[in-house]
């Protein structure tokens, strides 16, 4: 067969209209037979272009409210029938069925009425099944069957259409129906996952993934590895895949990636009071709470200004131009926020480098959601950590109890945590952190790394103390020994907040009561691996 195919018969059935004018009178102009169904029709007819309704075609009416309208031989034999096999032509004949060289489809919107909340008929009636039929057919054909299932490749087929005369190449056949598969895959995917979540199955037997390029990133983790960027349509929750980038540098891997920590960690903290979360290699070096954002800003920023450099801040209130002031005066690779003032984005203009991002929103932490990892061979799912803890939820197991105060930065600290890498120990005091360890082989030392950082942060803000005196102390995972929690206590915190669950619980509150700590335990652990 001929590798160039001439087009002289469409079929062309759009839900998203925009370009579709276009489209129909660059066909008509070349002589292109033009088959249409509904609106589509409709709209090429009102705009002089001339049109084959599908019916008058087949022969046979629409029926079943339209659900009955293109799945006919006429139809699926112009597409599938091999153009060079003599029975495949004879049978065509016989039958009057026409090839048919182009079909340009893209499906009922069934992802975005699932996003906009509809009812499970509404989203049952937007599952458009003549359309997946006629893409598959004219992709598994597409040694003489174009197939178009995004509007972003009109221009490609156009030009395409141009340069060879009105006809194809079996290059440009071949990648969109690679495209179309893709597009059938991951509209079914996207079926089967809203189907599975109406009948509450968290683990059905098959899972389904379906994302779309966002786009290709200059490189990943490292320059010589490959990455890209893919949105989920299943996840509807603001964040970094749907933020808005005002300016700045192309966003890398590690800053998606980075950025993400911490946009996950300040939507867990209090939605009406400001908070700030300085992230760096995906772990917060300074999280804080304040009366303003300027003051939740500097008070993160002081745990751990030596991190800070190079890292990501995340807010979870307007930017204003107080505290872009201060953020403009650190080396800062990305600033996300659910608004900014115009002068705080002019003073972030002044660093031209800065990718700022605006995500308009924050995450539901209670929302459900799933995580995906790949693993050799498979994949490990399973559901966002939703788990929060509440001071009723606390047991105090020392003869000391914590003080009101203490209960506050205790359930402050044990949220920070949370996103800390495990091990993790955070210590805090007055809604702020005041030193963090992380991601250590055992807990004694992120325990004595954290203490490090809160003499380092005293140290650098003139004062003589350590921070972490009179501090509180939250640990992700319970102590399996006692010298973790005495590591804090000779670093001067006065209370504790962990899971518990040890063999040795009684000997960990057996060592807080001799060393005066007040101690909770949560019953919820918080591994970050």
């Excluded at 153009?83 to 060289?101: C, K, L, Q, S, V």
């Excluded at 972003?152 to 179309?180: F, I, K, V």
């Excluded at 079914?188 to 109406?198: E, K, L």
């Excluded at 990133?217 to 989920?232: C, M, T, V």
């Amino acid at each position: 067969m001929n590798d160039i195919i001439p087009i002289r018969r469409a079929l062309v059935s759009v839900s998203d209209k925009s370009r579709l004018i276009e489209l129909g009178q660059a066909l008509a102009a070349r002589g292109v037979v033009i088959l249409s169904t509904g609106g589509s029709a409709k709209n090429l007819r009102d705009a002089g272009i001339a049109v084959t309704e599908v019916a008058d075609y087949t022969g046979f009416p629409e029926m079943l409210d339209g659900r009955v309208k293109t799945l006919h031989p006429r139809v699926h034999g112009g597409l599938l029938g091999v153009r060079d096999d003599a029975t495949h032509r004879a049978a065509m004949d016989a039958h009057g069925i026409e090839p048919i060289d182009l079909v340009v489809i893209n499906l009922y919107p069934f992802e975005a009425t699932v996003e906009k909340g509809a009812s499970f008929e509404v989203c049952i009636e937007n599952i458009d099944i003549g359309g997946p039929a006629m893409i598959r057919s004219a992709a598994k054909n597409h040694q003489a069957v174009t197939v178009v299932t995004d509007v972003a490749d009109y221009d490609d087929l156009l030009d395409e259409l141009a340069d060879q005369e009105g006809g194809t190449t079996l290059a440009l056949r071949r990648r969109l129906a690679a495209a179309a598969f893709a597009r059938t895959a991951a509209y079914d995917a996207a079926i089967a996952t809203w189907f599975a979540q109406q009948t509450d199955q968290l683990f059905p037997q098959r899972q389904t993934l379906s994302a779309s390029l966002s786009g290709v990133l200059r490189y990943g983790e490292n320059p010589h590895q490959k990455a890209a960027l893919y949105r989920n349509p299943a996840d509807p929750r603001p964040g970094i895949a749907t933020a808005r980038q005002l300016q700045g540098k192309e966003l890398s891997y590690n800053n998606l990636n980075d950025t993400d920590a911490a946009f996950l960690l300040v939507s867990e903290l209090s939605h009406t009071e400001p908070a700030v979360a300085i992230i760096k290699h995906a772990n917060p070096c300074g999280v804080a709470m304040g009366r303003t954002m300027h003051e939740a800003y500097l008070k993160a920023l002081s745990c751990d200004p030596v991190s800070a450099f190079g890292g990501i801040v995340a807010l979870n209130h307007r930017l204003d131009a107080e505290t872009a002031s201060e953020i403009v005066k650190v080396f800062t690779e990305v600033v996300i926020a659910p608004a900014i003032s115009d002068e705080a984005r002019n003073i972030l203009a002044s660093k031209k480098n800065v990718r700022l991002l605006l995500s308009e929103g924050l995450i539901d932490p209670k929302q459900p959601m799933m995580t995906w990892r790949q693993i050799s061979g498979g994949f490990l799912l399973q559901d966002h950590d939703r788990g929060m803890i509440t001071a009723k939820d606390l047991k105090v197991v020392t003869k000391r109890a914590p003080t009101d105060a203490e209960i506050d930065d205790l359930l402050f600290a044990f949220t920070v945590a949370k996103h800390v890498k495990s091990n993790a120990i955070v210590y805090a005091r007055n809604g702020m952190t005041v030193g963090i360890g992380a991601g250590q082989m055992n807990r004694r030392d992120s325990s004595r790394i954290a203490a490090i950082r809160a003499a380092e942060a005293a140290e650098a803000a003139g004062d003589q103390e350590t921070w972490a005196a009179g501090s509180v102390v939250a640990s992700d995972a319970f102590f399996p020994f006692a010298d973790g929690l005495l590591a804090a206590a000779e670093a001067g915190a006065t209370a504790v907040i962990q899971p518990g669950g040890s063999m040795r619980d009684d000997e960990v509150i057996k060592a807080a009561d001799e060393a005066g700590l007040a101690m909770v335990l949560t019953g919820m652990r918080h591994f970050r691996h």
